[in-house]
């Protein structure tokens, strides 16, 4: 008895195959589309569900630094834009730093100094809502404090910046704000929290941040 001739692969198969694959990379990409957040509320929900965790609180709505009028120790305007971009970390007080406010440049140092090879690309900032730091305060900068920057800005601005978000900030509030390299105050922290925090959400902002 003659066996059947095997049949080949259908002529069908091949071009089957490549119209599958055509319609998984065309899916992958609308769906990368649709799930592209359009806003920060949509870009915080899609981090939540990714499981994106931070110790610091998000600040809502963010605040553009550009809109704080910044004056340097020598009187002059502090503009963001002339200045190299990296993570800064401001701690705004008075032109007496004690207390709540020489633990939280204290855990700064330490986080700065445990950011290892990222040292560069991160900076401390203390904001004087009054006028410039005091004698005691410089020398406690210049003592305990290495490569910490000091800044000035009038309270009521900055009372008047932070309006209508989601920190309540008022005379004695000590916090410390976390600032993108696009100059976007985007996350807070306070003196209670664990020394830990901030180098935590620091080294996972580092490591996927171009700057």
């Known amino acids: 008895m003659t066996k059947p001739a095997r049949q080949g692969p259908s002529r069908f198969t091949a071009p089957l ?5 055509l319609a998984i990379v065309i899916a992958t990409i609308v ?8 806003s920060e509320d949509e870009q915080r929900a899609l981090l939540s569900k990714l499981g994106t965790t931070n110790h610091g609180t998000l600040l809502v709505p963010v605040k553009n630094i550009a809109d704080l009028d910044l004056i340097d120790k020598e009187g ?3 503009l963001w834009s002339q200045h ?4 800064r970390f ?6 007496e730093c004690e207390g709540d406010c020489r633990e939280l440049l204290y855990v700064s140092r330490q986080t700065h100094i445990l950011l290892g090879k990222n040292t560069g690309r991160f900076e401390r900032i203390y904001l004087s809502l009054d006028g410039a730091p005091g004698a005691q305060t410089l020398a406690y900068f210049e003592q ?3 490569y910490l920057h000091t800044l000035q800005a009038d309270r009521t601005d900055f009372t008047r910046w932070l309006a209508g978000s989601n920190l309540p900030w008022q005379a004695g509030t000590m916090v410390g704000i976390l600032v993108d390299p696009g100059g976007q105050a985007m996350m807070f922290y306070t003196p209670e929290q664990p020394d830990n925090h901030l180098l935590e959400d ?3 902002l580092l490591r996927y941040s171009a700057d």
């Open 17 to 21: 195959q490549v119209v599958l694959m």
């Open 31 to 38: 769906a990368g589309f649709v799930m592209m957040p359009s």
């Open 76 to 78: 002059n305007p502090w």
């Open 84 to 87: 190299k971009a990296k993570w």
């Open 90 to 95: 401001f701690v705004p007080g008075s032109n």
């Open 144 to 146: 305990e404090q290495p």
């Open 202 to 204: 620091l080294n996972h």
